[in-house]
């Protein structure tokens, strides 16, 4: 009997995994990396704004337009380097604003994603708020690495761009992230409330 798997955005393969039930519900959770694979909450409410930071427009274009069509978030803002998007954040936190999520480049001219992400977190003390999830983005694999960086900026997780030509294909495995850390944030609230 052939194994089942799930393609895990974290890995970017198709890996096999374990179930296990939180807080009423249940998740499917790659062996490899712990991601949740496949979830059966009941679809979460949109972040209230969520940041994209990506050096081509396409990419960000592409990210935007997902966010806005699939619910996913009420306002998505952009910017094209690691700088622009400092300030951004900077300004949205000293405005009392929310960011829910942040989609973080990896490799960018100016300023890169783990500097920005050191200077978001540092921003975050500053102001006394909770750490934003950050969602890494890069065509690279996640390597020990990396997997340590994510360790450090807490909460965080990775999506490969892939090397898929089709821009379908990478939506999807943004939509299924975004996804999940939206159930996740949601759940958690759930569980606060309680």
């Not at 910017?79 to 400092?86: C, I, K, L, S």
């Not at 200077?119 to 708020?129: A, F, G, I, N, P």
Request: net charge negative.
């Amino acid at each position: 009997m052939a194994e089942e798997t799930k393609f895990c955005i974290c890995c970017g393969e198709a890996v096999p995994y374990r179930r296990i039930t939180r807080d009423g519900n249940e998740e499917l959770l790659c062996v490899y990396c712990g991601f949740v694979v496949d979830t059966a909450h009941e679809p979460a409410p949109p972040a209230r704004c969520i940041i994209t930071v990506d050096d081509a427009e396409p990419v960000r274009h592409l990210l935007e337009t997902l966010l806005i069509n699939k619910r996913l978030a009420d306002t998505v803002l952009t910017a094209d380097n690691g700088r622009e998007f400092v300030g951004l954040f900077n300004q949205r936190l000293a405005d009392h604003q929310p960011v829910d999520m942040v989609i973080l480049d990896l490799e960018m001219p100016v300023m890169g994603g783990v500097s920005a992400a050191r200077v978001m977190r540092s921003l975050e003390d500053k102001y006394h708020v909770a750490r934003t999830p950050i969602i890494f983005f890069s065509a690279r694999q996640c390597d020990d690495e990396l997997k340590r960086q994510l360790g450090v900026f807490v909460p965080a997780r990775y999506v490969n761009k892939g090397s898929s030509p089709h821009v379908n294909d990478l939506a999807d495995r943004v939509d299924q992230l975004v996804t999940a850390l939206l159930n996740e944030r949601a759940a958690a609230e759930k569980h606060r409330q309680e």
